[in-house]
């Protein structure tokens, strides 16, 4: 396997052509992908919040100046990767197509069920400052059939279990995968990893997948298609002749974190929003972060009597 090399960049924004007609905009940790040619092309996820000027940029340097895609579709709703579609869409009056069970969370019907920081690693810290709150998105549009419109020779996959109208994008025609979150092409849970970046097949970003069972059920569904390049939303994207391997590796091995919230207990849906959360779980981590601020206060308490003595 190999990661794909950096197509273009600046200060501002990178790219990596993955495939033909397929190029990757780093906003952050989180990828969104331009899929199409100038004049015909659809924007797929739209990045972290704040990054709707960066897109635009990465978009005008591949198909030129004021290059408008025909589209947006939103591999699910979650913050960092709907960050920017309704300063993209409202500017450009343009449809965003998402899952109809993705729907709710993107029409003001619902948020989605709360993260849980407890699952541990790196990701799920971080994840303590993430929002869970849906949003509300004027030009939303449905999923007819598996086809996309403005996406001739793709076809979407129903791929729940990060969220669960979370869906993938397939060209059969090279077996090119954009995977969403249904998978990662990184160690989210590393904190080394966060910078190194390997290239490897990693579960969804743990501290937001609220059914395991879907996941894993998922990742087998994508890893049957044979895919020969995989574009995730976090990570860079993998190609070559190990790929298809690579993939059915790691779906025979796939395997849910040892604790957490939604391990054994998944959080329950339908085209309404969320229905039922199981109860969280013991957070040792405000108790540790209370214990050591009492260890700091009672160490400059200290620290300003024993200065006080000396004076005196």
Known sequence: MQAYGVRGSSDEFTTIECARGVERV??????????????????????????????????????GPDAVPKAIVLTHGHFDHAGNTNAIAADLN???????????????????????????????????????????????????????????????IHTPGHTAGHISLFRESDGVLIAGDALTTMDLDSWTEQVKRTPQFCVPPSPMTTDWEAARQSVLTLAALKPRVVAAGHGVPIAGAGVTDAMHRF??????????????????????????????????????????????????????????????
């Open 94 to 156: 343009i449809p965003v197509y998402a899952h109809d069970l993705e729907r709710p969370y993107l029409d003001g019907r619902s948020d989605y069920p709360p993260g849980d920081p407890t699952i541990g690693g790196a990701i799920a810290q971080m994840s303590r400052a993430f929002p869970s709150s849906g949003r509300t998105v004027p030009t939303l549009k449905g999923l007819d059939g598996d086809r996309i419109p403005d996406m001739e020779g793709w076809r979407w």
């Open 251 to 312: 779906a025979g091995r796939f395997t849910p974190p040892p604790h957490g919230r939604y391990v054994t207990t998944p959080a329950v849906a339908g085209p309404a929003g969320v229905e039922w959360v199981p109860p969280p779980v013991p957070d040792p981590l405000p108790k540790r972060a209370a214990g050591v601020a009492m260890v700091v206060v009672g160490a400059i308490g200290l620290a300003a009597a024993m200065r006080g003595r000396r004076r005196s």
């Open 26 to 63: 780093a906003t952050g940790f989180v990828n969104c992908y331009l899929v199409g040619t100038a004049g015909n092309w659809v924007l797929v996820d739209t990045g972290l919040p704040g990054c709707s000027a960066l897109v635009h940029r990465a978009a005008d340097a591949l198909f």
